[in-house]
């Protein structure tokens, strides 16, 4: 896609809340040393904002549906900073917990927003890839901004390293306020609008598909340390390694499925779906080879998010004629997929099946995915009716 101010704008916010996001994984031991809590107790820190994400994402679609939709994103965008700026002055665990809190609450309302104001500044028929463009941005912080985050809080202090996503938040007002078209609210629209369309099956089936798309992907990425450590043999520089090689997995699957799904949503889900099936099967039976798991880490990276555009396109048409609040619920669906497969992964080491199971769950998940697609398609059902 041509260089698009607006895309880079919004692919600078979606930059910025995905180091936001994860940057605390890697400062837990810091932050829990410095205010005197377990690593658990840290941890916390992070389903706090996954929990804020998905009751953020309708409180906000829904409080803020006649804003100007250039001043609502600017809008998150200083609520995204301001709770940034409330953890670097944390002195307690309280008040970290709280500025948490804070700053998912724009999560969900950006991204759902965020991806309707990306399509519309681009010719019809490229709203995947601007899906796409705009998701790019949280890619890349896990590749980039994460790494550099989880560097700075080590040299210098956590507090600094949310200082400096604060910045990206004030970066990220100005770009959107010099780039983005003064778009107006949706004409006639209305919360019982907005909550009819969530209620309607086609919607809630393509909320079900993002969580089970996202959970396939968590069940084995939130134990993927342990899987590299004790089933591999790697090294702490190895697993590192391969984090990265991961996030430059996810930054080419993001575009790919942009491309490829303003062909066809369904058939790009199918055919991504299939593959990380496939894919997480032979990480099973090859995870102790570093090879062999080097190149499926890469392409596990590709599959993972090569679904995100689709997902998120498949909502918006569903929706169509109401799409905000249905769009924002599906970046809580992500979220949900995440929670949802890390309890399914801790189950399954839990019951004693050891770590490559954990694997095959994930891959089982994708099946499902895949199947749910299969069956749902129009044509199928049409086929079914008439037997």
Do not use: C
């Amino acid at each position: 896609m041509k260089l698009n101010p607006p895309l880079l704008a919004l692919a600078a916010g979606a930059f910025g809340i995905g180091v936001t996001e994860f940057a605390p994984m890697g400062l837990l031991p810091v932050i829990a040393s410095d205010l005197g809590v377990s690593i658990p107790a840290a941890g916390l820190l992070i389903s706090a904002y996954a929990l804020g994400v998905v009751l953020g994402a309708p409180l906000m679609t829904l409080t803020t549906g006649r804003v100007r939709r250039r001043t609502l994103l600017i809008g998150l965008a200083a609520l995204f900073t301001l709770g940034n700026v409330l953890a670097a002055i944390s002195d307690n665990y309280t008040a970290l917990l709280a500025a948490r809190l804070i700053t998912s609450l724009n999560h969900g309302a950006f991204f759902g927003v965020g991806a309707i104001v990306a399509a519309s500044v681009v010719p019809p028929g490229r709203s995947a890839s601007a899906v796409a463009a705009m998701f790019m941005g949280l890619t890349l912080a896990n590749v980039v901004g994460v790494p550099l985050a989880t560097w700075a809080g080590d040299q210098v202090g956590w507090r600094t390293a949310f200082w400096g996503i604060a910045g990206l938040g004030g970066v990220t007002m100005l770009a959107l306020r010099l780039t983005l078209p003064n778009l107006p609210a949706p004409a006639g629209g209305s919360v019982l609008g907005e909550l009819r369309a969530l209620t309607r099956p086609t919607v809630l089936a393509a909320l079900g598909l993002t969580v089970l798309g996202s959970s396939a992907m968590f069940t084995v990425f939130t134990y993927i340390a342990p899987i590299l450590r004790n089933e591999t043999g790697a090294s702490t520089g190895f697993i590192t390694g391969m984090l990265v090689t991961y996030g430059v997995g996810l930054t080419l699957g993001n575009w790919l499925g942009g491309k490829f799904a303003d062909k066809s949503v369904d058939r790009t889900l199918l055919i991504t779906l299939a593959g990380l099936s496939l894919i997480l099967t032979a990480f099973v039976w090859l995870m102790p080879y570093p090879i062999p798991t080097s190149l499926l880490i890469f392409l596990w990276g590709v599959a993972s998010f090569a679904l995100v555009p689709p997902l998120q396109v498949r909502v918006m048409k569903a929706a169509s004629d109401a799409p905000n609040l249905a769009s924002a619920v599906n970046i809580g669906a992500f979220n949900l997929g995440n929670a949802i497969g890390a309890a399914l992964g801790g189950g399954v080491i839990a019951v004693g099946f050891g770590l490559p199971a954990v694997a095959l769950a994930g891959a089982a998940m994708a099946a499902v995915g895949w199947a749910a697609v299969w069956f749902g398609r129009p044509r199928r059902r049409i086929a079914l009716r008439g037997m």
